[in-house]
């Protein structure tokens, strides 16, 4: 989103820099994410192997198990993306700030939402309009 709002900044304003970053996800789901890749791939080892690691704590061996050690090649391949989609859901926070002149106008962070784009472009007109005045 960040990028479509830049590029359209850019073509209205072509003189005005616009700067972004990634916001980092809150620490428990960064971990959550860690932790889901770790099991992702220990699951893949597994069923690629044909370990079996229910029957090593004496649990019974759920069907979609049976399921995926008869299907390896489907199975890793649906385990591999859904679980990569996951963990993109877990660390993704769609999080920007809009500054002016190292002033923050607008924060995702703080309105839990992305400005529509006439809103986006009526704060940047109006700093615009703003800064000119003072210049």
């Known amino acids: 989103m960040f990028e479509q ?3 359209a900044i850019q073509q ?3 003189g005005l820099l616009v700067d972004g970053g990634n ?6 789901r960064a971990y ?3 932790f889901l890749s770790i099991f992702k791939f220990i699951f893949m080892i597994s ?7 229910f029957t090593r704590m004496n649990i019974e061996t759920p ?3 049976t399921w995926a050690i008869e299907n390896k090649i489907y199975a890793v391949m649906m385990l591999f993306f859904i679980g990569n989609l996951l963990e993109g859901q877990l660390i993704s926070t769609g999080a ?4 002016f002149n190292d002033v923050p106008v607008w924060s995702k962070l703080e309105t839990g939402r992305v400005p529509s784009p006439q809103e986006m472009f009526q704060i940047v007109d109006n700093h615009m309009r703003l800064y000119s005045q003072e210049s």
């Open 32 to 34: 959550f994410a860690q």
């Open 47 to 53: 069923i690629i192997f044909g370990i079996n690691p």
């Open 63 to 65: 069907s979609i198990f």
């Open 12 to 14: 209205k304003h072509p």
């Open 96 to 99: 920007f700030e809009i500054l």
């Open 23 to 28: 916001y980092p996800p809150p620490a428990l």
């Open 5 to 7: 709002y830049a590029q």
